[in-house]
Each structure stands twice: as structure tokens, then as C-alpha cells.
């Protein structure tokens, strides 16, 4: 009962953060013709309650595609449909067709914020508290209870729902990322809880809300595909069976899903086209990905077409996530399966094709899943995908929101997990060990010289594997102090110093390429941790 309450406070609190970031600017505020993200996301009601579903993706006089076009898959259409619905009971000013173009009153301004919350409160918000309530912890310190009485359960669940990232995008920038990044970690839960079935299917709906969760779909694809090959335990027919299954139910909820755009080739081109623009080319804004960077030098877009960028760009994210792919085929473990979405993500996120600088979403959500497992690189990505956002954020008008949000889960998390983050000294029991190591190790040279090197060796080794590790997580934070020095550092000036007029985007372009050399890191620390680490996890789950 107590556990229930502790959960109920916290979904009150990040709530009413949600509903403060609320009260900001959003996408393209008061800036006509086209104005931002939050006139998309009206425009899309107003297509798909007054237009025929067959018109939804097709160029017409009544729907420009040129004028924020639907260009998400199935799920978020009728998702649209859905809020068109309300959005008509609730005034029929805001989705008139043509007339309701741009309007930014108070009273609609209230209503989308409020189904953004009540999208979060349904999916997204029920999604983290399913993943954690069912962890287990092998370390007992997890087991512990501090901080207003809240248990590590109760401290994860409020550490993944205060990310600042997905709280600016959604609640201030406007967007619903909240409904498939929600399906996206309800059925990792259902991995963790071998529930393949229902894995596949909250999957296929995250991707068929948003083509781009296909950043996870190569992990879950191996995780099953591994898990279930014949082996020891599982003959031929139950291998065969189970994977049967599971492509029924993907294959059952894509039919479903689009079966009004399949009678016509025509229209289900035009869906098809829609969710892979490659005209947009290769990038639009600054982005803290490979080709972003590469561009500043060599200038990618003068020197091949819009085609072959994309082939290049498919090529070389495809090499970049064959390791953890294989990695995970051939040894499909739950921790693996963890790190590999964390993996797979930064690789399409740095390599493929048309990257938005949102994308970024798509690695922080495995890494809020996957920080108790390592906290300090954990919590280092997530603060690093948040400040890559930053020119979006001021294009918003959200700096405010950002720095604010930003320094709250900072201090946040630091308080909730300073141990776990930042050990401070060799443990006693660690110090023991060496002392005796070193003891052991001097009487037996004097007692044995011929032996002296091997036992020397082997029991400094073993002594020093604390001091080691110390060593190695001092070296860490030092490098995470500058990391976020550096970032701080361009937080105050990109708002503080005025640019040459001769580099108008300069830090945007700072930022995009400072942020894309730690992804560019980070892929290769959590590639080795996946390939080489035999660490285990400190978490497991409760299977029903």
C-alpha cells in the first residue's frame, strides 16, 4: 500500500512539471505563414476528420502537403482522427478545414497541451512504472530505502519521468513522441517478461505510430530470432512454432493497421513515399550526427545526389550496427538486448538518413532503462541528449524551460544517486583486501623466492582490481566534469554572445559537433560493454 502511495505522489509531481513546461512557447508560436510543430499536430486533426481516409496522404486542393503534410504511419492518423474528434465536440473552431489554419487561441491552447498529458498519462508514464515495479535487484544496496522513505524502485521511476528531453519536446516544443516511446518500453518490459507475443505486438504499434522506432527494431528482431533458434532446450517444431507466432502477430497488426490504404496502389504509395521523404536530403538543420559534422568540411549535398546520400547513408549504418547485432544473435541475453537498443539507436541516429535532432530521443529512452545497470555513462548520455536539443530549444523559446529542467535533474538524480554515480573512496572492505594481499604477498617472497614473481603477479592482481576500478571510475568523472563544463559553457554563450555575421549558426554548429563526438564515444563505450563486458546485471526481473 505504502509502495502504491510513494507511486501516486510521484505521478502527482511530474505532473505538474509536465503542466509548468507547459505554460512555455511552443513550436512556431506566432510565427506565420507555416508556424511549427504544434499547427502539424492541429493540421493533422483537421485533414483526417474532414477528408475521406484515402485523401489523409495524397496532394489535393484541400490538403497541400506542402502545408505540414501527414507524414507519420497509420497509428498517429488515427490517432489525429481520434483527437479531431474531441476537438470538434469541443469547438469546432479548431479543426474547421482551411478556416482553423494557425489558430492559436488560449482555449486551443489548453486542449493540446492537455492531450499531450493525458497521451503521457495513459502510455507513456503507466510504461515506466510497468518496467520498474517488476525489477529485481542482486545488489542489496538496491534493496535500501532513503529519501523521503522512497525505495531504489520508487527513486528510478521518478529519475526516467523527470528526463528533461522528452518533457521539453513533448510538453513545450509539442509533440506526442510520449504514445510510441510509451509502446516502446512496454514491450521491452514484456521481453524482460518473456512475454514475446505481447512484446511483438506493443512494438509493431510503436512503429506503426512512428516509422522512426525502426532505430529499435533490429535488436528486438535478433533478441527473438537468437532466443528462440534450436538449441539444448528447444527442438526444431517449438523454435519454429514460436517464431510463427510472432510473425502472425506482427504481420496480423500491420494488415489491420493499414488495410484502408491497400486497395488502391496508388494511395498506399503516396503513405509509403510520405514516411521516407528522401527529397528532404540527407539533413535539414544542424544535427549532432556523422554527416552534420562531415559537412562543415566537405560539403555532402554539392557532391552526390540526394540517392546516393541515402545509400550511403543505409550502407554505412547498416556496417555500424553488425556488431551489436551479432552480438546479440549469438548470445541473446535480457542485458544484452538492453545495451543493443542503446547501440542500434546512436548508430541510426549517427549514420542514417534524414536524422532529426529529436531522434535523440530514441537513445535516451534505453538509456534511462539500462542506468541502473551503469549509472555515470548512463546519466551522462541523457544529459548530453538533452543539451544537443538546445537550438531547438531557442528557436522555441525555450531556454528558460531547458536551463531550468536541465539543472533540476542534474542536482536531481546527483542527490538520489550520488553513490552509485560518484564513489568517493575505496570501500573498506576493498582496502582490507589489498592490505592483506600485500601482507600475504611479502611473507611469502621471503618464505619462497622462487616463487616470489608468479605469487607477486597473481596476488597484485588480485589486490589491486579494487584500486583499479576506483582508478578507472576516478578517471570517468574527471572526464565527465569537463564534458559538462564544455557544455555549460556553450549553454551560457549560445544565448549570451552574439556570433560573427559571418557564422550567424555558429553555435548550433558548436554544439551539433561537440554533442556528436561524445554519441560518437558513447556508441563505441557501449558497443565494448555489450561485445566484451561479462559484467552482470545488477537488475533482473520478476516473471510472472
Known sequence: MQGKLQIFVIVLFVVLLRWCVSYHPHSGQGTPPMFGDYEAQRHWQEITLNLPIEKWY???TDNN???????????????????????????????????SRGVETSAHKYFMRFTVLVSDLLIYIPAIIYFFVNLEFFKNDYKKANLFNFGKKELLILAALIYP?????????????????????????????????????????????KQMELYHALPFFFYILGRYKPGKNKSIMHSIGT???????????????????????????????????LARGVFEDKVANIWCSINIIFKLKLAFTNLRLAQICLITTLIAVLPTCLSLYLKPTK?????????????????SYQVHEKSILLVAIPALLHFPNDPLPCFWLLLISDFSMLPLFIKDHLYLAYLSTLIFYYF??????????????????????????????????RTKPKLEKIQKGSKKNKGSAPLQKYKSQTLKLILFTISMLGALTLSIASISVKPPEKYPDLFPLLISVYSCAHFSLFYLYFNYKQIFSNKKSVIKFKIK
Open 58 to 60: 495524397i496532394n489535393t
Open 65 to 99: 502537403l506542402m502545408y505540414w503534410g501527414l507524414d507519420y504511419p497509420p497509428l498517429t492518423a488515427y490517432h489525429s482522427l481520434l483527437l479531431g474528434y474531441i476537438a470538434n465536440l469541443t469547438d469546432t473552431s479548431f479543426v474547421r478545414l482551411h478556416a
Open 165 to 209: 528531453g522528452l518533457i521539453l519536446i513533448d510538453h513545450g516544443h509539442f509533440q506526442y513522441n510520449c504514445v510510441s516511446l510509451g509502446l516502446f518500453v512496454g514491450a521491452v518490459g514484456a521481453i524482460f517478461q518473456n512475454a514475446i507475443l505481447l512484446a511483438s505486438f506493443l512494438f509493431t504499434l510503436a512503429l506503426n505510430y
Open 243 to 277: 517464431l510463427f507466432l510472432v510473425s502472425s502477430i506482427v504481420i496480423l497488426t500491420f494488415l489491420i493497421l493499414w488495410l484502408p490504404f491497400l486497395y488502391d496502389w496508388k494511395v498506399l504509395k503516396s503513405v509509403i513515399l510520405r514516411l521516407f521523404p
Open 335 to 351: 542485458e544484452k538486448f538492453l545495451i543493443s537498443l542503446i547501440n542500434t539507436s546512436l548508430s541510426f541516429f549517427l549514420f
Open 412 to 445: 536531481s538524480i546527483s542527490w538520489m544517486f550520488h553513490n552509485e554515480l560518484f564513489p568517493c573512496e575505496i570501500s573498506t572492505e576493498h582496502k582490507d583486501r589489498i592490505t592483506k594481499s600485500n601482507a600475504d604477498v611479502s611473507i611469502k617472497s
